[in-house]
């Protein structure tokens, strides 16, 4: 997968959030100079050669920046920074992440596999495992839905926008 930097003086400001378009296109700000990050998912069938981690330009030219200049006018103007691309870890059986006490192993807690998305869930999954830890279940907000239950069930809670 890629992501891409742009510089856009006059782009959305402090007050815009991470956005996802309806097509995937996405992207955020990155500080306070009217610099961005952002990109969009390939289709599957479109998706790059694992072992190539050469970042396609033609793909933010023709399929992202597109999206964004239309979801967001100032960006018609806005100048390539830099790009990379890198490997997209995720739980593969539904796309989001594993959090709870390990089925098998009673001293082991888990919070993994929340993909791009585990920075906005940081939060929250560090305070559900400490208080599994410390109080011995959860207290602020039922997460047993995220736990390995589903995966062993074959009951999938879908992420489809990973």
Not at 3 to 32: N, Q
Not at 47 to 69: I, T
Not at 70 to 92: E, I
Not at 138 to 143: A, H
Request: glycine residues 12%; contains cysteine; charged residues 25%.
């Amino acid at each position: 997968r890629y992501v891409f930097s742009w510089h856009c003086p006059d782009g959305p400001g402090f007050s815009c959030p991470l956005l996802v378009d309806t097509t995937g296109a996405y992207f955020r700000r990155d500080g306070i100079a009217g610099n961005y990050l952002g990109g969009m998912s390939p289709p599957e069938a479109e998706e790059p050669d694992p072992g190539d981690l050469s970042v396609d330009h033609d793909f933010f030219q023709e399929q992202v920046w597109p999206r964004l200049a239309r979801r967001v006018p100032a960006f018609a103007s806005l100048r390539p920074r830099g790009a990379w691309a890198g490997y997209y870890d995720h739980n593969a059986f539904d796309r989001n992440g594993v959090l709870g006490p390990h089925p098998r192993l009673e001293n082991l807690f888990l919070a993994a596999g929340f993909s791009g998305h585990g920075l906005q869930h940081a939060p929250a999954a560090g305070r559900a495992v400490a208080e599994l830890v410390v109080k011995g279940g959860y207290k602020s907000l039922d997460l047993q839905r995220l736990g390995w239950r589903r995966l062993v069930e074959g009951e999938p809670l879908e992420e489809d926008g990973v």
